[in-house]
């Protein structure tokens, strides 16, 4: 694992965004795994000043999110979809057509992660995948449990990812009990990871993650075993760490 300490937020969402601005210059047709919640939405500011600079294009550009909230339709607020339109694709030359999330609309939850899966493998996998992490540790909606789960599957999320949720809803009853999300293989799949973090908050799970054992109660752990994976963090996430300078 690369450790990347950032001093702030800024600094943290400059490095990441570059590292993604990087995969396209080298290959304006690759593939990009995307992530939702609140630590990415910088990088994809800066995503967009370098599209908006003349920097790069996401013309040819294909992605595919980690995950989606099952039984929210495509324009609820709170959908990834609906994110990452709001945060990304609106303000790019992104064809809609090469954007992917998982079809939470979809109530047939094992044709939905199949679909999803065989999506990924045709596109030729991913190229770079960015995450963040959960306070519990996960990564995608992959949470804490006894294994680590391959495949695109169902997950019924867990109380603390339920109640760091609900600040974006308007009340906890409202936050999806279930979503669907990319399993660890296809994210271990990906040539690079680049994954954030920032906060005091982040600092057990970031710390579990780059000096724990490999547990599937921290899914991030496994990311010790890809070849390629580089922690954008800020000093706060990175806090906990005895092995970061
Ligand atoms: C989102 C995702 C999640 C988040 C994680 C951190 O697509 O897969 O794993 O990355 O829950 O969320 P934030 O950034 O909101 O703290």
Same mark, same amino acid.
Request: with cysteine; hydrophobic share 40%; charged share 20%.
């Given at each position: ?5 950032? &001093?702030?937020?800024?600094? /943290?969402?400059?490095?990441?965004? !570059?590292?993604?601005?990087?995969? @396209? @210059? ?32 996401? &013309?040819?550009? &294909?992605?595919? !999110? ?11 607020? %709170? ?6 339109? #709001?945060?990304?694709? &609106? ?19 094992? =044709? ?10 045709? =596109?030729?996998?991913?190229?770079? %995948?960015?995450?963040?992490?959960? !306070? ?10 006894? *294994? ?6 169902? $997950? ?5 990812? @339920? ?6 809803? #308007?009340?906890?009853?409202? *936050? ?5 999300? /990319?399993?660890?293989?296809?994210? /271990? ?14 600092? #057990? ?5 780059? #000096?724990?054992?490999?547990?599937? /109660?921290? %899914?991030?752990? @496994? ?5 390629? $994976? ?16």
């Amino acid at each position: 694992m690369r450790i990347v300490s950032c &001093k702030d937020y800024a600094e /943290m969402s400059r490095v990441a965004g !570059n590292l993604m601005a990087a995969e @396209i @210059i080298k290959n304006p047709s690759c593939v990009l795994g995307l992530a939702t919640g609140s630590t990415p939405i910088g990088a994809y500011e800066h995503l967009v000043e370098l599209y908006k600079s003349g920097d790069i294009s996401f &013309k040819d550009v &294909k992605t595919y !999110n980690l995950d989606e909230y099952r039984g929210l339709a495509h324009d609820h607020d %709170q959908s990834y979809h609906y994110f990452m339109n #709001e945060n990304l694709f &609106k303000h790019v030359d992104i064809d809609m057509k090469n954007t992917h999330v998982p079809d939470g609309s979809n109530p047939d939850a094992e =044709a939905a992660c199949a679909e999803y899966d065989k999506m990924v493998e045709e =596109a030729g996998g991913v190229a770079l %995948q960015l995450l963040g992490i959960g !306070n519990n540790g996960h990564i995608g909606f992959n949470e804490p449990g006894s *294994v680590f789960v391959g495949p695109t599957h169902c $997950v019924d999320l867990t109380e603390s990812t @339920i109640v760091a949720n609900s600040r974006l809803f #308007e009340r906890i009853e409202d *936050v999806p009990r279930q979503a669907y999300t /990319m399993g660890i293989k296809t994210i /271990m799949s990906a040539k690079r990871v680049v994954i954030v973090a920032n906060g005091e908050a982040k600092a #057990e799970a970031v710390k579990a993650m780059i #000096e724990g054992p490999i547990d599937p /109660m921290c %899914q991030a752990s @496994i990311l010790q075993l890809h070849p390629d $994976v580089v922690v954008v963090c800020d000093e706060a996430a990175l806090s906990l760490c005895s092995s970061v300078k």
